[in-house]
């Protein structure tokens, strides 16, 4: 694998490559790679020739008090990982690199309505950050498709938008999330949590799967099932952020007649705030 940290000389080995017909796959990272960010390394090579993956802590996305000081930068250990599943290229830009003009001078990328609802509220301007540096590291790799995680299920539905409002030619493709043995969605902000809190932390899919199984018995009770679901957590420990029963498609609360379904949740567990959430077709 090749890491490579100008645009430039990305552009020079990507086009070698385009000119000999490759397709080319691309999934973006902040790096601190797990086991979820090597599936998605894993999806882009069984559907493209050359697989590019990006390590970009991305400061446009981070609010004020938030981890950007303290996000794990793990670069050797990532290069190894990526290596070690046949990753290609690995674009690491510096944050001059990324923002010539600094920060307060980008021209920002802004998703309406979706980037406000759930992750958007309660992190404001985080996913004008998000869409903003998608929208330049797809201009810089020009890649056929890209693969994000479904845990950011927001952000995915967030770039799909993006990408089709913006008429980008990139085919997006969602992959499965990825979980460890007791249901706990892989997440770089997991290594934040003591072991005690990582044991507390599988009942927010626990939760997820109990209000799941009531909506496939029947249950209309949204509010109610929302309600339950919230308690359930502060009693294990956490402390409220928001629990959702939506429409897949628009991520607006369901009605009775939806019948595809996301619950999206978040919520605060010592000092990480962790997602998941899950898909139903009733
Ligand atoms: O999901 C992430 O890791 C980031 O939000 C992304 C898509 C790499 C943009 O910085």
Redesign the pocket.
């Known amino acids: 694998m090749i890491t490579i940290h100008t645009i430039a000389e990305l552009r020079a080995a990507l086009s070698k490559e385009r000119f000999k017909g490759k397709r080319i796959g691309f999934v ?3 790096g601190n790679l797990h086991e979820g960010h090597l599936q998605l390394i894993d999806q882009a090579k069984s559907c493209s020739d050359i697989v590019v993956s ?1 390590i ?3 400061p446009l ?1 981070f609010g004020a008090g938030e981890d950007l000081d303290n996000y794990p930068r793990t670069l050797l250990a990532d290069q190894e990982k990526l290596a070690s599943r046949g990753c290609n290229f690995l674009f690491a830009p510096t944050d001059a690199e990324v923002y010539p003009h600094g920060r307060e001078a980008q021209t920002q990328v802004e998703v309406p309505v979706i980037s406000d609802m759930y992750c958007g509220e309660s992190r404001p301007g985080h996913f004008r ?2 869409s903003t ?2 929208c330049k ?1 797809f201009g810089m790799v020009q890649p056929d498709v890209a693969i ?2 479904e845990k ?1 299920f927001q ?1 995915l539905m967030v ?1 799909r938008r993006m990408t089709e409002d913006l008429s980008l030619p990139v085919e997006i493709q969602g992959a499965p999330i990825a979980r460890n043995e007791h249901g706990l969605a892989l997440s ?1 902000r997991n290594g934040y949590l003591s072991p005690e809190e990582l044991k507390t932390a599988t009942v927010l899919n626990q939760t997820l799967r109990t209000t799941r199984d009531a909506l496939l018995s029947g249950s209309k009770a949204f509010a109610e099932l929302e309600e339950q679901a919230q308690n359930t957590l502060e009693t294990a420990g956490f402390k409220r952020d928001y629990y959702k029963i939506c429409r897949r498609s628009d991520l607006q609360a369901a009605s009775e007649d939806d019948n595809a379904i996301v619950i999206v949740a978040a919520a605060y567990l010592g000092p990480a705030r962790l997602i998941d959430n899950i898909q139903i077709d009733l």
């Open positions: 973006p990272t902040m990006s970009f802590v991305n996305q950050g998000v540096v998608v590291l994000f995680g950011d952000q770039i770089s």
